[in-house]
């Protein structure tokens, strides 16, 4: 110390120092006595004196000049040593602060530990002791009972953001145990934590070592482990937590509420301070309001993950009883509108509970005591998420033309400045449907859409405008699926849309039906990239060529040059395939393929995507999504599956040899729903306490001791029932059968579907027969979107126990195809009888309610909805009038099919209909006839025809031609023959076949089997020469003789319009091959789309 204070003196040191002080007093003494010498002595003495003076001033000035150069060193290396301390200070701070970074604290240590349950005197708390002791008898580690899903917790205490969790697994002993447990972080303690989100899946961790897993910031007060879907001991020998605090976006808020009590502000809920006595100053209270609200605004566009409260704890904790939570952009009603977070049950005197609001984005958070009068009281409220990022900044803006320079990228510029002289605005010509487009460079969930509307002039321009998001640019994005119509935009105001995670890469505004300019100031778009499905999937291929595995193209690496490392390869096989198996099932919206770069993009070109729950012909048999004509070198294509469910996705390139490479492919979509979860169970006798409800408790646990599966006496035709509540179409039933023992009980199974509880409903339709479930697996059924309400499981014809331990089912509700066609009927004499009341959606029965249509009393009177497409009609259903006339509809039928002669009233009979009671509404089966047009005629007589609704339930029917093989006489550009069963109409020529000008040109689809056909649909060019068309045949038949020329004609085309998609009758020819050709001169011969409707050969008719 003491060598630290001469130091600091010497650093203090001024001008003034000792030896200026020793300078100064010598010069002052000399100066003295010469004047003495000069005065009182003789010249001669003077002279000495003067002499010796001078001597002595040139002494005294050379001291001084030494004494000077001394002083300067000192001075220059006092500065030197000053400014080198003055380094090491700095230095000193820097390294300080660099070891504070680089201490991790543990945030486990000062937590609370519990767990499943005890194994001796092991307490959860050993693994949070600090001590990474591996050796069980060393005392360090903990130990549960052999639990089914065992599971470990540690409470930190707090909310933070979890950046690493590290374990110590067992060194002494069974390592193994630990493999497939899972570390979860959140603030919910609902299943004792482990419904958490999920930081990561263990694999393995060897004996005694300790490993790492980044959990990426997650949020979360609650650090959980958990073995889950089997019986284990969890032992753990130690886990540490490494992270930092979670910051409360609440804190730089700006608080609001219904009214103010006392001096308790709204602000005092955001002011850090979770004391909770009310006379502490830092809870806020309102008057005892209807509906009391209080209200933070974040300034800014959050995903919020977590609300804290903290309720009042010297008095009246239920008062916050029944209080929600909600979340949003809208002020609407003090924005109490905004999207529900969570409903408060209750939160005991004084404690903090924490909310999870799974990213809900939004501005507003608020808390509204809902339906009653009541004083509203917060001591703390604190959120925690991150900045919503916007999307738009990093995309690539169009817009349908130009006025000016106002570009369509000044709408994502980040500013919202609504003055159109600003120059961050956009602004089109007063185009007919303008519209303005943002590409968001991949595929995305977009959640919300925010535009702010122009400032200075003109906001009713943008009245009407709509919001379209998906992976289309056709026709410049608009056809794209709609997320919002904007009624009105105030002037310089930012309105949110809410999306609903609508999937796509695209956001398109368009004014739709007029000519207007658009104008958009800014244009933001939120929401999160799509989830890739196939990232943990499990993939395989046709062969292996060299180390290309099929894992290659699920690694989420795009990379698309082959010696990558990230491309799959076959050998050159015939039909080569890839699969991945999503491992559950999925209701697929969109697969999105990279194709190889540096090589033969066109080997891909004619490939297939399927996706189904089949494993038969390597899953090649599953439905088709789609086929991909081309894919250019090194780039990514989208192709839209339309929530097509199913477990597996298979690209396969079908009728050739060929080499298959994929350098990625992705998958999104999201879970199918269970049916059965929300049904209610049955069974034909009970064993033990094996209910029936245990068979949909969303558990595939399949030891019958872990009590998830059910069980029925030795019956004979045992049975299990699951009523959905309503009746849907089941596109698959899946069954998982009991582990442990005697899966042969389940062998000759039947799954039964429909709406009848005869014989216990083991009447209704059989959609499988199991002939065999392995021990423990779970087996998928598909049932073809069978009808129903009732699916059964029975055992037939023995006595025999049935037990599942799983059912699962995936559908959706029935369609009304009828509310989207187009009606007509044979005459309407009044306006409020219109054709089109019969498909508005509404039973009501009394014709003066304006919802029932009505003819003249015609002869013959007609009704006809047009449902724009073919389809396999399963049922049709008629409400009659109420108030009046029942008996009109006697002897009415019910016709479907594609014809339009006699206005649709010859094509074939579904039903005739006897009587419907008044107001009453009645169903008929239709067996799945095909057709477009669904007519209702009262034959042989004149009467009024009145409907009050018409409802029409089937399914699209299956175009044979998209599973067949196309060939043409020859080959003009690029535009094959495959072009014309891709299942697009789009009629421009991009789309479409093309040959040359050859005599008699052909094409022709081999449906590779026999099939009876009824119908042939062609789908002409749009944008040039309809005519070439003019008297092309179709014809069908079994002989490939003059390329199939030669087999019977179906039809003969007089014209189709430009673009236009018409039906040929074909009366059930049976034929394995379709040929279109033009005979008796040269033509080309382009085809938009073939479609071909009928049924196997060997299939009785409908």
Known sequence: MEGDSSTMRILDMNEEDTYDKEKIGILQKYSVYFQWCWWKRP????????????????????????????????????????????????????????????????????????????????????????????????????????????????????????????????????????????????????????????????????????????????????VVVVIPGRAEWLTLCEVEVYGSHAVSLALNGVAAQSSLYGNHKASDAI????????????????????????????????????????????????????????????????????????????????????????????????????????????????????????????????????????????????????????????????????????????????????????????????????????????????????????????AGETHYFQCNEMEGRYVVVVIPGRAEFLTLCEVEVYGSPTVNLALNGVAAQSSLYGNRNASDAIDGDRTSHYHSGSCTHTQKDTNPWWRVDLRDVYRVRTVSLTNRGDCCPERLDGAEIRIGNSLENNGINNTRCAVISNIPAGETQSFQCNEMEGRYVVVVIPGRAEFLTLCEVEVYGSPAVNLALNGVAAQSSLYGNRNASDAIDG???????????????????????????????????????????????????????????ENNGINNTRCAVISNIPAGETHYFQCNEMEGRYVVVVIPGRAEFLTLCEVEIYGSPPVNLALKGKAAQSSSPFQNGRAFKAIDGDRDSHYDSGSCTQTKKDTNPWWRVDLKGLYRVRSVSLTNRGDCCPERLDGAEIRIGNSLENNGINNSRCAVISHIPAGETHYFQCNEMEGRYVVVVIPGREEFLTLCEVEVYGSPTVNLALNGVAAQSSLYGNRNASDAIDGDRTSHYGSCTHTQKDTNPWWRVDLRDEYRVRTVSLT???????????????????????????????????????????????????????????????????????????????????
Not at 744 to 754: H, K, P, S, V
């Open 271 to 490: 002011d850090g301070d979770r004391t909770s006595h009310y006379d502490s100053g830092s809870c806020t209270q309102t008057k005892k309001d209807t509906n009391p609200w209080w209200r933070v605004d974040l300034k800014g566009l959050y995903r919020v993950r977590t609300v804290s409260l903290t309720n009042r704890g010297d008095c009246c904790p239920e008062r916050l009883d029944g209080a929600e939570i909600r979340i949003g952009n809208s002020l609407e009603n003090n924005g109490i509108n905004n999207p529900r977070c969570a409903v408060i049950s209750h939160i005991p005197a004084g404690e903090t509970k924490a909310f999870q609001c799974n990213e809900m984005e939004g501005r507003y958070v608020v808390v509204v005591i809902p339906g009653r009068a009541e004083w509203l009281t917060l001591c703390e409220v604190e959120v925690y998420g991150s900045h919503a990022v916007n999307l738009a900044l990093n995309g690539v803006a169009a817009q349908s033309s130009l006025y000016g320079n106002h570009k369509a990228s000044d709408a994502i510029d980040g500013d919202r400045t609504s003055h159109y002289d600003s120059g961050s605005c956009t602004h089109t010509q007063k185009d007919t449907n303008p519209w303005w487009r943002v590409d968001l460079g991949d595929v995305y969930r977009v959640r919300t859409v925010s535009l702010t509307n122009r400032g200075d002039c003109c906001p009713e321009r943008l009245d009407g405008a709509e919001i379209r998001i998906g992976n289309s640019l056709e026709n410049n994005g608009i056809n794209n699926p709609r997320c919002a119509v904007i009624s009105n935009i105030p």
């Open 43 to 222: 010249p001669r003495v003077t002279a000495l004196f003067l002499g010796s003076y001078v001597l002595l001033l040139a002494v005294i000035i050379g001291l001084s000049v030494h004494f000077n150069n001394r002083h300067y060193y000192a001075e220059t290396m006092l500065q030197t040593s000053y400014k080198n301390l003055t380094k090491e200070k700095d230095q000193l701070k820097k390294n300080i602060e660099w070891l504070k970074s680089k201490i991790k604290v543990n945030l486990a240590l000062n937590g609370v530990a519990v767990q499943s349950s005890p194994y001796g005197g092991v307490q959860a708390s050993n693994a949070i002791d600090g001590e990474r002791t591996s050796h069980y008898y060393s005392g360090s580690c903990t130990h549960t009972q052999e639990d089914t899903n065992p599971w470990w917790r540690v409470d930190l205490g707090d909310v933070y953001r979890v950046t690493t969790v590290m374990i110590t697994n067992r060194k002494d002993c069974c390592a193994e145990r630990l493999n497939g447990a899972e570390l979860r972080i959140g603030n919910s303690l609902e299943n004792n934590g482990t419904t958490n989100s999920r930081c990561a899946v263990i694999s393995h961790i060897p004996a005694g070592e300790t490993k790492a897993f980044q959990c990426k910031d997650m949020e979360g007060r609650y």
């Open 1020 to 1102: 002409n060019r749009g944008d040039c020469c309809p005519e070439r068309l003019d008297g092309a045949e179709i014809r069908i038949g079994n002989s490939l003789e003059n390329n199939g020329i030669n087999n019977t004609r179906c039809a003969v085309i007089s014209h189709i319009p430009a673009g236009e998609t018409h039906y040929f009758q074909c009366n059930e020819m049976e034929g394995r091959y379709v040929v279109v050709v033009i005979p008796g001169r040269a033509e080309w011969l382009t085809l938009c789309e073939v479609e071909i409707y009928g049924s196997p050969k060997g299939k009785p008719m409908l």
């Open 699 to 757: 558990d595939r646990t399949s030891h019958y001791h872990s009590g998830s599966c059910t069980h029925t006496q030795k019956d004979t035709n045992p049975w299990w029932r699951v009523d959905l509540r309503d009746e849907y179409r089941v596109r698959s039933v899946s069954l998982t059968n009991r582990g442990d023992c005697c899966p042969e009980r389940l062998d000759g199974a039947e799954i039964r579907i429909g709406n009848s509880l």
